[in-house]
């Protein structure tokens, strides 16, 4: 009767030991952003305003960054009209 409990420990007791830690810096005051890669153990680290858009889900919003100098949309310089069938 013991013998399966000692075999349930032993198989998930083992699981125990089998996270990593890793640590990722995002620098003084926030001043990085930092990405890591799951597949390869890898990290980049960019500029925290180094981004032109983001999105945030929960809310739903939109994020454009301003001091970026980025156009992200440039009027057509002819106006096109067309008659739709009805």
Known sequence: ?????????????????????????????????????????????VDNNAWDLAFHFYDGSILINESSKTTFLEPSRELRCYAAPT
């Open 1 to 45: 009767m013991r013998f399966p409990y000692i075999f349930t420990f032993l198989l998930f007791g083992s699981n125990l030991f089998a996270q990593d830690f890793v640590l990722v810096s995002v620098g003084e005051s926030y001043g990085l952003q930092s990405y890591y890669s799951l597949s390869n153990d890898a990290e980049t680290q």
